[in-house]
């Protein structure tokens, strides 16, 4: 038993004077790598997400804790048996035992860290201003509806898949879903929350640094729930605020002869019926907004980044790209036209 020991404690010695201990190091630092990013709830730009993120950590070495000491207890166990196989502790002494870390101890732990949730959940009900703009957005197969309204946007209007938010300035979100249950969420700013059909979620946001955050549909709602994303652009608030004027008028007229024919097109294809663009006869509401499309980052609901050449392909092959939504393939265009519609809609800035 012994010799057995010794041979374990000698190759453990020897594996950790060659390499584990680089390998270990290297794993350790790719697996805090992999907290920081666009759409990692433990790399925090808000007060939301921040609270959030707290508590994960105190969750994470607790448990980190409470393993160390199961395994401390267990590998007690092990050697000691080994040692005194003759001889079992008390009927008393086991009681006991079991009484402080079957059920006291995690009794307290558990008690502890729902007192943490609770208080948690308690500091994001309201934020510490009041708010002055409110985003609505509602879910759809497979796509995001966003409207501004409120004080600061002094009328209301929509656009679509991209939210943008003043830095340092809470911001009220109403979530609604015009058809299955689907999830809001942006790991950087919040936890998620449900879009629920025939109901309006209400939470709020705030952004305390100016960056892109990546989000998605955390609830599965059908084919294209995995292709179902967002991007939220927080802007230092003088810059916000000339976006927020500028996206609220409706779209520039085109003023080259290949954007008008692209306009045209555009119009006599029948997009109009899905999609608006303000200050043209394209009123429809099924689809997302396209007045300012040239401006947003991505296309498709955050999928593909936003280029004539994506929007081409887009246009003729949405079915290929995301198969089932509601975006027909428009296969019929010559590539003239196709790159002509591509064009317009990326000049919609
Ligand atoms: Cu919408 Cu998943």
């Known amino acids: 038993m012994k010799d057995t020991r010794a041979m374990v404690v000698r190759s453990l010695q020897s594996a950790l004077g060659s390499g584990v201990r680089p390998i270990c190091t290297a794993g350790t630092a790719l697996l805090l790598a992999a907290c920081k990013g666009v759409q990692s709830s433990l790399d925090p730009a808000g007060p939301r997400a921040e609270r959030i993120a707290d508590l994960w950590w105190v969750m994470f070495w607790l448990s980190m804790a409470v393993w160390a000491l199961v395994s401390l207890l267990l590998a007690y166990a092990y050697l000691r048996a080994r040692r005194r196989s003759g001889n079992p502790p008390s009927d008393r002494s086991l009681i006991q035992f079991v009484l402080w870390f079957g059920a006291i101890l995690p009794a307290v732990v558990l008690a502890g860290l729902t007192v943490l949730d609770v208080m ?10 009041p708010t002055k703009l409110t985003i609505e957005v509602t879910g759809l197969q497979w796509w995001w509806r966003v409207q501004y309204s409120g004080a600061e946007a002094n009328r209301t209007f929509r656009a679509a898949n991209e939210i943008r938010v003043p ?8 979530l609604k879903s015009a058809d299955v249950i689907h999830s809001f969420w942006a790991p950087a700013l919040s936890g998620k929350l449900d879009m629920i059909p025939g109901k309006t979620n209400r939470f709020w946001i705030e952004a305390t640094k100016p960056g892109i955050y990546r989000g998605q549909c955390a609830e599965y709602c059908g084919a294209e729930h995995a292709l179902m994303a967002f991007y939220v ?9 000339v976006w927020l004027e500028k996206e609220a008028q409706p779209a520039l007229e085109p003023a080259l002869p290949r954007l008008k024919r692209g306009k045209a097109l555009f119009l006599a294809s029948g997009c109009g019926a899905c999609h608006t663009v303000r ?12 007045t300012h499309i040239g401006s947003r980052m991505s296309i498709g609901a955050g999928i593909l980044p936003n280029t004539q050449a994506t ?10 790209i ?4 509601r975006m027909p ?18 000049s919609l800035k």
């Open 120 to 129: 948690t959940t308690k500091a994001l009900l309201r934020p510490a201003r």
């Open 279 to 290: 200050g043209t006869p394209a009123e429809g509401l099924n689809g997302p907004d396209l």
């Open 167 to 174: 830095v340092g300035r809470p911001v009220e979100m109403r």
């Open 322 to 325: 995301k198969p089932e939504s």
């Open 233 to 241: 652009v927080a802007m230092e608030p003088e810059a916000f605020e």
């Open 329 to 346: 393939s428009f296969d019929v265009f010559e590539g003239e036209d196709l790159r002509a519609i591509a064009a317009y809609l990326e």
């Open 311 to 320: 929007l081409a392909g887009w246009i003729a092959s949405a079915q290929h």
